[in-house]
């Protein structure tokens, strides 16, 4: 997978992916100044005022487990997304995937509602545990 230390570049967002709804929103420390006017600012403030209704999550599983892309994500044995991105986590020995988790109708994805829920990963038919991370995974010393 392709991360710049713990932040995620831009092959890992969609094409209608919003800033905060895959957590870029470190790169617009200028949207906090009450005087900083652009197309679509009130929408975007609308949407950080109420939560995104998805968001962009990494998942790792057991190393036996292959991952191939796009396999269902289950939160609490119900489906809410699929992942869009694979790999394996050499440093930390475990397969590696990145998907958007979308809420239930009504609701807000927030940190509480990402980690409160048990993972499965649908591979191939099976379903196999998975943990969650709500920030990338990253090689803190920097080793091989």
């Keep these: 997978m392709q991360y710049a ?12 992916t919003e800033t905060f709804v895959s957590g870029l929103t470190f790169q617009c420390n200028k949207l906090d100044r009450p005087r900083m006017h652009f197309e679509g600012k009130p929408e975007l403030d609308a949407l950080i005022h109420s939560g995104p209704n998805r968001r962009l999550v990494w998942f790792t599983v057991a190393p036996d487990v292959e991952l191939n892309g796009r396999e269902v994500i289950y939160r609490d044995g119900h ?7 694979v ?20 609701q807000r994805v927030t940190e509480e509602f990402i980690s409160s829920g048990t993972y499965d ?6 379903r196999h545990p998975a943990h969650v991370h709500i920030y990338p995974l990253h090689n803190t010393d920097y080793r091989a």
């Design 79 to 85: 489906p809410v997304g699929y992942l869009s991105r």
């Design 121 to 126: 990963l649908d591979v191939a038919g099976t």
């Design 5 to 16: 230390h713990k932040y995620v570049v831009r092959v890992d967002c969609l094409i209608q």
């Design 87 to 106: 790999g394996v986590a050499h440093y930390h020995h475990l397969g590696l995937g990145a998907g958007y988790v979308k809420a239930p109708k009504g």
